[in-house]
């Protein structure tokens, strides 16, 4: 395992783990991001209760990965420009990449934060 790393340079190890680690990231605020979403109506109009709901997307959402593949993946690196990657130094590829997923992140927090903080009116009584 060693000798697969061993003819990179520093540097584009640092970068390399601080890509999982951005895509790690990603892929756990994603996740709550999608929560939050899939959760709302169902919580909202007491069709199921909060637990059991945030339960059930969780597996579902972890089907959807072991079962649906890469697409979102895939999606997302056809977001960069192939022409750029094409000729393209590895700092600068790794520089997209970084910025792709910084972008990401911010969209998801960006969009999930001020949707906690709304009021809501008292959901209906039954």
């Known amino acids: 395992m060693i000798d697969l790393f061993s003819g990179l340079d520093a540097w584009v190890l640092v970068s390399l783990l601080l890509a999982l680690a951005f895509v790690l990231a990603f892929e756990f605020i994603n996740g709550f991001h999608d ?57 600068h590829g790794l520089a997209m990449v970084f910025s792709l997923l910084a972008a990401a992140i911010t969209w998801n927090l960006g969009t999930w934060a001020p949707g906690t903080s709304v009021s809501r009116p008292p959901a209906p009584t039954r």
Request: no cysteine.
């Open 35 to 91: 929560t939050a979403n899939a959760v709302a109506t169902v919580i909202y109009t007491k069709a199921m209760p909060p637990h059991l709901a945030v339960f059930f997307s969780g597996v579902f959402n972890f089907l959807g990965v072991l079962l649906g593949g890469v697409g979102v993946a895939y999606a997302i690196v056809h977001l960069l420009p192939v022409e750029l990657l094409i000729n393209v130094n590895t700092g």
